[in-house]
């Protein structure tokens, strides 16, 4: 199946910092989102971005299908952006499994 | 717009038994995913359901079942629980297979 690799593993900034994750994966997908799993457990959907980019206030995304990668963009990190950040990536065809990465575990000190 | 959600919310099983956790999604939304979260095997795919049909299945076990009804509403159930059952169990909705889904708060399962 499709492998989807995400880094760093850990990432540790200071608030007001920006950063930048990264998420590879093995195949063509026509589907890839960006989650945030904040430390109560509860996953947040970020963004749907299969190609392209996106903005959302302090977040940003790109993924370049054909080179098979995506980045998350956080700019003036806040302590409220820690958690894990998730790739999640579904093949191309009719099956719409979405495969996750092991996550980015982000800490923001204050 | 309430969003998805799961219930119960935390239990305890013990070896052996069954367990039944249940799913409402967002309104409208009419496709419901499962996924299992473990600190070993992160994320991983359950099975998909889309009009009451199931769409995709991952590589668990027979012992792992669902079904959606006809108000998208979908429920999971596991039999013949074991120790490595214990995992934090996520529904999420999606208006149509291969769309932006949406998690639930999840159910967290503890075998003993």
């Known amino acids: 199946g499709i492998q989807v690799e995400q880094s760093p593993p850990d990432l540790i900034l200071q608030e007001g910092a920006n950063s930048t994750l990264r998420c590879n994966f093995s195949?063509?997908?026509?589907?890839l989102q960006w989650f945030h799993q904040n430390p109560w457990g509860q996953l947040i959907n970020l963004f749907y971005?299969?190609?392209g980019t996106k903005q959302n206030g302090r977040l940003s995304a790109t993924t370049v299908a054909t080179e098979r990668y995506s980045l998350l963009y956080i700019s003036s990190s806040q302590t409220t952006d820690s958690g894990v950040y998730f790739c999640?990536?579904?093949?191309?065809?009719?099956?719409?499994?979405?495969?996750f990465g092991k996550g980015i575990t982000l800490s923001v000190r204050p | 717009k309430a969003g998805v959600t799961q219930t119960p919310r935390y239990l305890i099983k013990t070896r052996g038994q069954q367990v039944t956790l249940s799913c409402s999604p967002i309104?409208?939304?009419?496709?419901v995913s499962w996924y299992q979260q473990t600190p070993g095997q992160g994320l991983q795919f359950l099975f998909e359901?889309?009009?009451?049909?199931?769409?995709n299945k991952g590589n668990f076990p027979g012992r792992f079942s669902g079904r959606q009804f006809s108000n998208s509403r979908s429920e999971m159930n596991v039999s013949t629980l074991e120790l490595g059952d214990s995992a934090l169990y996520l529904c999420?909705?999606?208006?149509?297979?291969?769309?932006?889904?949406?998690f639930g708060e999840g159910s967290w399962l503890t075998v003993v």
């Open positions: 999420a909705s999606s208006l149509a297979l291969g769309n932006t889904i949406y």
């Open positions: 309104s409208g939304h009419r496709s």
């Open positions: 999640a990536v579904g093949p191309t065809g009719a099956n719409s499994k979405l495969t």
């Open positions: 195949d063509s997908v026509n589907n």
């Open positions: 971005i299969p190609s």
């Open positions: 359901y889309f009009s009451e049909t199931q769409r």
